[in-house]
């Protein structure tokens, strides 16, 4: 089944603490996006990659870090989360950038307590 | 910020009346998208209208793009209560841009 998948769903973390949300997807796309969602906000993008090793920031990228090493993964990364990145996470892909329809993982919570 | 404005932020309809909801940028428009988003879940690709378009339709739906306004509408015809849900437009800004920006979402309640 064609898909983007996340790990983990929930997390409930102490603000500090290094950790990484996994993305990937089985359909060979190109593009891959990080978003978070927060409430009246809509979804602001984080980070995305066009390729293997191509990164680039989204509006929001601040206290986040990225690695594209192979395409199907796209890991998203927080060295020393803080409370204000308390929100829910999304990783999409597409078969390229540039307009192309977007596939969207079903989502990780994220609580920095 | 780029990021695109719906309107209204929140909609709510009768079982089989029509929806509309509208979206603009600042920045131009190019190859928009809309999404539908069911409570807390991923967002499902709906319908893609490129900047040459002025109209699309699939099913039930029927977005519309005006570029010189730098706005898109997306109407839902004979709404059903499964049509429950936030929608957002979504823009690729400026040419070849890969940045891609999504409006703050409009929640749709259709009541049976």
């Known amino acids: 089944e064609a898909q983007v998948t996340q790990n983990p769903r929930y997390l409930i973390t102490v603000t500090g603490k290094k950790l990484t949300v996994t993305c990937s997807q089985n359909?060979?796309?190109?593009?891959m996006s990080w978003y978070r969602q927060d409430p009246g906000l809509g979804l602001r993008q984080i980070y995305y990659s066009m390729n293997v090793e191509v990164t680039d920031k989204g509006d929001v990228p601040e206290g986040y870090k990225v690695s594209r090493k192979e395409k199907r993964n796209f890991p998203l990364i927080l060295e020393s989360p803080s409370p204000n990145q308390t929100s829910l996470y999304f990783c999409?892909?597409?078969?390229?950038?540039?307009?192309?329809?977007?596939?969207f993982g079903p989502g990780t919570r994220l609580t920095v307590l | 910020s780029q990021q695109g404005e719906e309107d209204p932020q929140a909609l709510s309809i009768q079982e089989g009346e029509n929806a509309t909801m509208n979206c603009s940028y600042k920045t131009s428009i190019n190859n928009l998208q809309w999404y539908r988003q069911n409570s807390g879940r991923g967002l499902v690709h709906l319908i893609l209208?490129?900047?040459?378009?002025r109209e699309k339709h699939s099913g039930r739906l029927r977005v519309t793009l005006d570029t010189s306004k730098k706005s898109s509408s997306l109407l839902i015809t004979a709404s059903r209560a499964a049509d429950t849900a936030s929608y957002f437009c979504a823009n690729f800004s400026g040419a070849g841009s890969y940045q891609l920006t999504f409006g703050k979402g409009t929640k749709l309640s259709v009541i049976p």
């Open positions: 209208i490129r900047s040459n378009e």
């Open positions: 999409a892909s597409s078969f390229t950038g540039g307009g192309n329809e977007q596939f």
């Open positions: 359909m060979n796309h190109e593009y």
